[in-house]
Nanobody, 124 residues
Framework: HVQLVESGGGSVQAGGSLTLSCAAS??????MTWFRQVPGKEREAVAG????????YYSDSVKGRFVVSQGSAKNTVYLQMKSLEPEDTAMYYC????????????????????RGQGTQVTVS
């Protein structure tokens, strides 16, 4: 069982920056992906990284503005969000899953068994 602890949400003005962090328990290599959800809309993948090779992946909506990276502590992942826009306002969730051999990390919420409690990001 993997437990996730998220932190770093908050309120920021448009154009500002925030960094979210997610720490997963254990030593297993994981796909760790950030998702976000606005009330009334579907949850969407934002960015993630496979901790086995530090290979990141992004949704088109955040490429060039968000950077996902693995921290020095094992299974800690950061999401640096820059040039934030009001449209980035959402609840952000960290999710983790083991990766099937040879397959890329999924960007689909239902494929993740381990999920954080969420952290709110508000851009005004």
């Amino acid at each position: 069982h993997v437990q996730l602890v998220e932190s770093g949400g908050g309120s920021v003005q448009a154009g500002g920056s925030l960094t979210l962090s997610c720490a997963a328990s254990g030593d297993s290599r994981l796909c760790m992906t950030w998702f976000r959800q606005v009330p009334g809309k579907e949850r969407e993948a934002v960015a993630g990284v496979y901790t086995g090779d530090n290979n990141p992946y992004y949704s088109d909506s955040v490429k060039g503005r968000f950077v996902v990276s693995q921290g020095s502590a094992k299974n800690t992942v950061y999401l640096q969000m820059k040039s934030l826009e009001p449209e980035d306002t959402a609840m952000y969730y960290c999710a983790a899953e083991f990766r099937f051999r040879g397959r890329p990390c999924s960007m689909v919420w239902k494929d993740y068994a381990y999920r954080g409690q969420g952290t709110q990001v508000t851009v005004s």
